[in-house]
Antibody, heavy 116, light 108 residues
Framework: EVQLVESGGGLVQPGGSLRLSCAAS????????MHWVRQAPGQGLVWVSH????????NYADSVKGRFTISRDNAKNTLYLQMNSLRVEDTAVYFC?????????WGQGTLVTVSS | EIVLTQSPGTLSLSPGERATLSCRAS???????LAWYQQKPGQAPRLLMY???SRATGIPDRFSGSGSGTDFTLTVSRLEPEDFAVYYC?????????FGQGTKVEIK
């Protein structure tokens, strides 16, 4: 069974940093593209970042470019999102998701709250 | 960046009725790159359709997708109580993935 489990969310002050993790199991993690997608409270889904299967290629939404870094450790079957210079508008549930053109499996999400 | 616009914002229907949801792209996209998701409160999204018209694993055949170019449609032939949720379309293009703003299907 495919499982994606996010962790690392929490309350952080504006300008602070946080690292999210997504532990994958039930599939060959090293062969799949992975993504982070976020959802602000009461709002829609927004794609944040992508990484290819071996970590050699990444992409970011303009809203997080230069502040967030996606990475992966295929030996540990884990996806990461390093979030720096956090803003109030980064407050959201962050989901990790698997896929290339679309997202066929999602984690349950981890809540990041940016507030003073 | 391709913008996806979903309509209507909210659809009020009764169980057993047919639901027709629209997703319009700001420019032509390949139907291979269009997907639909269902999301219920407090849950992660679930993939319904990919390639515009292919049902994901385990999705009942009352769900169908169609369209090409800039206009895509998700149809639920007869709404079941568990189908009341928010639905999102999503596209891939030029190393960027975008979602529509969602259509809420609520019980009338």
């Amino acid at each position: 069974e495919v499982q994606l489990v996010e962790s690392g969310g929490g309350l952080v002050q504006p300008g602070g940093s946080l690292r999210l993790s997504c532990a994958a199991s039930g599939f060959t993690f090293s062969t799949y593209w992975m993504h982070w997608v976020r959802q602000a409270p009461g709002q829609g889904l927004v794609w944040v970042s992508h990484i290819n299967s071996d970590g050699s290629s990444t992409n970011y939404a303009d809203s997080v470019k230069g502040r967030f870094t996606i990475s992966r450790d295929n030996a540990k079957n884990t996806l990461y999102l390093q979030m720096n210079s956090l803003r109030v508008e980064d407050t959201a549930v962050y989901f990790c998701a698997r896929g290339r053109l679309y997202f066929d499996y999602w984690g349950q999400g981890t809540l990041v709250t940016v507030s003073s | 960046e391709i913008v996806l616009t979903q309509s209507p914002g909210t659809l009020s229907l009764s169980p057993g009725e047919r639901a027709t949801l629209s997703c319009r792209a700001s420019q032509n996209i390949s139907s291979s790159y269009l997907a639909w998701y269902q999301q219920k409160p407090g849950q992660a999204p679930r993939l319904l359709m990919y390639g515009a018209s292919s049902r994901a694993t385990g999705i009942p055949d009352r769900f169908s997708g169609s369209g090409s170019g800039t206009d895509f449609t998700l149809t639920v032939s007869r709404l079941e109580p568990e189908d009341f949720a928010v639905y999102y379309c999503q596209q891939y293009g030029r190393s960027s993935w975008t979602f529509g703003q969602g259509t809420k299907v609520e019980i009338k």
